[in-house]
């Protein structure tokens, strides 16, 4: 039995009942505020839900625990500064429903297991610590203490430190995030892989090599300055839609919009503000004035073939494109990249993007004449195996335009979860900076291992071959997010301990090592009483600000704790007879900012600064244009070869991206309204002619199999869906396919798997 498919990790394989719309042509609206208050209303209920949403991103309330698009630095909208996709992120977290003890007394993990996604988060918020309870196939409540005393027992029985991982989803608040790597450090060992290492990993290695820091250096006041904006591999819609308001003021101050996307997403069409009654009715703002429908990672042949275009007409007008002062001043590499560029084969180039030339060329003229352009990307260029050279063939074409570093100009790497980027500041990272370990030394008086850590993948790889035996996740659901589904779930098993601090029940609870617990905690929404009083933590956005965030509902049970009380209480466990006075921390999270100033740059005066409720911007060297901390001392132009896409007649290219309805693994509901597809998360997303070629209708059921080397995976029944897709290219959602995604198959430089390219082929079923 316990080789069935649910003991690998996947979600069951049923059907829902699909029904299907033409995709939509719009954004928002009033379906987007129907939506959302449906979701309150049965999540939530009415009186909590206005409380809830009156609180949202709004100075001194809390940080949507949505994504982390930035909010305005001054004027905030009068309904509430949320979307959507946020009250459907609130509604889930503050939940009614609770996974209780009498409700793991009713269900052993046997049983859970065959339950989908929708309905493991639908059992609502972790109210108690629970134990796995190996007899009786359950997890079992226990005590605060005796769950630390599992922990330090198991961790102190290591042979050595480095056979424990510490997981980092990017919810964790920036006090939380310190005193966990802190801890970890502490114990001996810098294995903190975190969710960053699927998704933007590839942005900070290519951003750091080419600028000298790896965040984006636009702020959102650059959207209002911009001349153009390109969207490249995003679907702000879905997964960021107040960047919708961004792109609209961009528009509105006769900015123009360039998206390169494989599909036509409705949020990059057109876009209804539901903050603004006068658009509800309207036809909306049109945002993009030219859409690319690149083939999947056909990105940077497109933009080198945009280089090429560019530098032709350079050659004829010199100054007419690039700018020289800019380059000459700021910039290294720029001959060799040039010469790169005449070399290449244009029609090659054309043909490996997937775009007509006509469209390139459309753009090419649409960039030429600006200065002032800020390029946004996402998911769509990190998770492929060239996704560092993705993005920086991205920061040479902003080099050469001199767009970085000045107004309504620059790199806009649009992050996921709301606090990854203030995580990875606070030190969650397997590679450590030397400055970091040097200020650790410093102000907690210790030798912080020196050695890199594991990151995602090599974390899977050493519990596989059990050179790693306990495996702690601050948030997240490592097997759903995770690639290779399957090996990674036998990796987990293989662990002595697992140990999930959670808020909602999820699959990584029940794929589980030999002893597992379950550790609740507050969410963003809920009042942290500590010794001291009422505690607020902070965050860090997608544009490098740090504010406050501090919940206003009533804890969902007595019995959970905040996320810094645990890493305080645990550390307490774990070094008896420490310096460090880990439990002082947890009475009064201002003694943890005073720390966080002490070692990390950029944080001076911190808890005077966190009470202006608006927050303060971090140093930030590339938009202050100055490049002086790369490895040469100045902007670093870097040159990327184009490799030929060689696919069997048969193979297709599969891309993993998120419906409308989920929040990364959580799963909200089962439609995808903007493409129109209903009631069914079991979908491949494929262009006519391909399914004329593979000989399969619309609604037809097929198994997927990946290729890769010589290795093959194989998910069960999916069901096609005609779609406007460019050719050799196919859909379909995270995570019912991440079985498929290889372990093996990662982006160089960065080590994320590559989600967004995995070569299959489909079998169609009879
Ligand atoms: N509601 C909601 N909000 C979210 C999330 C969520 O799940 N739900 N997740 C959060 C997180 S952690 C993240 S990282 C972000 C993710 O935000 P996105 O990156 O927007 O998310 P994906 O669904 O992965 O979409 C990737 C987009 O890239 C396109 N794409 C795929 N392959 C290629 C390619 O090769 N080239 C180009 N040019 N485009 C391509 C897809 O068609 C899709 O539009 O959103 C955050 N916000
Ligand atoms: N195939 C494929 N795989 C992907 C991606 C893809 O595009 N395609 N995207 C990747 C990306 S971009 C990312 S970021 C990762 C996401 O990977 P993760 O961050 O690991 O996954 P999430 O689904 O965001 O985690 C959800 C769980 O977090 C817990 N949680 C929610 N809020 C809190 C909180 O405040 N505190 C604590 N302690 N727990 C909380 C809940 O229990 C919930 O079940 O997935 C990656 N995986
Ligand atoms: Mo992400």
Redesign the pocket.
């Known amino acids: 039995m316990k080789n069935s498919f649910k003991y690998s990790g996947q979600p069951p394989v049923e059907f829902t009942g699909v029904s299907l719309e033409r995709p939509k042509k719009f954004a928002a609206g009033i379906p987007a505020i129907l939506s959302s208050l449906k979701f309150i209303k049965k999540e939530v209920g009415v009186a909590k839900g206005i409380k809830l949403l009156n609180s949202i991103n709004q100075k001194g309330g809390f940080d949507c625990?949505g994504c982390a698009w930035p909010d305005p630095d001054d004027k905030r909208a009068l309904l509430a500064e949320y979307c959507e996709n946020g009250a459907k992120a609130i509604s889930e977290?503050y939940s009614k429903i609770k996974a209780d003890p009498a409700f793991f007394a009713k269900h052993s993990v046997a049983e859970l297991l065959e339950w989908s996604d929708l309905k493991l988060?639908k059992s609502g918020r972790l109210t108690h610590p629970m134990f796995f309870n190996a007899d009786l196939d359950k997890y079992e409540s226990i005590s605060w203490d005796s769950a630390f005393d599992i922990i330090a027992d198991e961790l102190n029985g290591l042979d050595n430190p480095n056979e424990a991982i510490f997981y980092t989803?990017?919810?964790?608040s920036n006090e939380a995030a310190f005193l966990y790597q802190l801890m970890v450090r502490k114990f001996g060992t810098n294995n903190l892989p975190d969710?960053?290492n699927?998704?933007h990993e590839s942005s900070g290695a290519a951003l750091s090599e080419s600028l000298g820091i790896g965040k984006g250096s636009v702020t959102l006041d650059d959207f209002n300055h911009a001349e153009l904006v390109l969207v490249v591999g995003q679907n702000p819609g879905t997964n960021h839609p107040r960047m919708l308001s961004a792109l609209r003021n961009t528009k509105e101050n006769g900015g123009k919009i360039i998206c390169v996307n494989p599909l036509p997403e409705a949020g990059l069409i057109a876009f209804k503000d539901p903050q603004r009654p006068i658009d509800w009715l309207g036809k909306g703002t049109n945002l993009t004035d030219l859409y690319l429908p690149v083939r999947i990672n056909g990105d940077l042949a497109l933009f080198k073939a945009i280089l090429f275009l560019l530098n032709e007409k350079e050659a004829l007008d010199s100054g007419s494109q690039f700018d020289w002062e800019f380059i000459n001043s700021k910039t290294i590499g720029v001959d060799e990249l040039l010469e790169n560029i005449n070399q290449q084969d244009f029609d090659f180039l054309v043909k490996e993007s997937g775009v007509n030339e006509d469209l390139i060329r459309q753009a090419a003229d649409l960039i030429a004449s600006k200065k002032k352009i800020i390029i946004c990307w996402a998911?769509g260029l990190t998770?492929h195996k060239n996704a560092v050279a993705n993005i920086q063939e991205l920061v040479n074409l902003l080099l050469l335009k001199g767009s970085i570093g000045k107004k309504g100009a620059g790199t806009c790497p649009v992050r996921?979860?709301s606090n990854?980027q203030g995580d990875r500041t606070m030190g969650i990272w397997e590679k450590p900076p030397p400055f970091l370990l040097k200020n650790l030394k410093k102000v907690f008086d210790f030798n912080p291992p020196t050695a890199h850590g594991y990151d995602v993948v090599d974390a899977i790889k050493a519990m596989h071959l059990k050179k790693a035996k306990v495996f702690i996740g601050?948030?997240?659901?490592?097997i759903?997010?995770?690639?290779d589904t399957a090996f990674t779930a036998e990796a987990l098993k293989n662990c002595s301990l697992t140990v999930?601090?959670?808020?909602?029940?999820?699959r990584s609870h029940l794929i589980h090592g030999k002893k597992a617990l379950i550790l609740p905690?507050l969410?963003?929404s809920e009042l942290d009483l500590q010794k001291s009083g009422y505690q607020f933590v902070t965050v860090e956005n997608s544009m490098g600000v740090v504010h406050s965030s501090k919940g206003n509902m009533p804890p969902i049970s007595d019995a959970i704790i905040s996320?810094p009380e645990l890493v305080c209480r645990l550390s307490a466990k774990l070094f008896p007879m420490d310096t460090i006075n880990w439990l002082d921390f947890k009475d009064d999270y201002s003694l943890i900012r005073d720390k966080i100033q002490d070692v990390i740059p950029g944080f001076e005066s911190y808890n005077e600064k966190v009470k202006d409720p608006a927050g303060f911007y971090l140093p930030n060297n590339a938009r202050a244009g100055d490049f002086s901390v790369t490895s040469t001392g100045k902007a670093n132009f870097t040159i990327h070869h184009v490799n030929p896409l060689e696919l069997n007649p048969r193979e297709l290219l599969m891309m993993?991206?998120?419906t409308h309805d989920q929040?990364?693994?959580?799963i909200y509901g089962l439609n995808d309204r903007y493409r129109g597809i209903y009631n069914e998360r079991r979908v491949i997303l494929m262009n006519e002619q391909d399914m004329i070629s593979n000989g399969v209708q619309n609604l037809d059921v097929v198994d997927i199999t990946s290729h890769f080397k010589n290795e093959q995976r194989t998910v069960e029944k999916f069901m096609v869906v005609r779609y406007p897709i460019p050719q050799k290219c196919c859909a379909t959602y995270?995570?019912e396919?991440?079985a498929l995604?290889p372990i093996g198959s990662v982006a160089d430089k960065s080590n994320t798997?590559t989600?967004?390219f995995i070569v299959i082929t489909i079998q169609k079923k009879i």
């Open positions: 625990p977290e988060g989803s990017g919810r964790t969710c960053s699927m998704c998911m998770q996921g979860h990854v601050m948030g997240g659901n490592f759903s997010a995770t690639p999930h601090v959670s808020t909602k029940l999820n905690v969410g963003r996320e993993t991206i998120r929040y990364n693994t959580t995270f995570p396919t991440n995604v798997p989600s967004k």
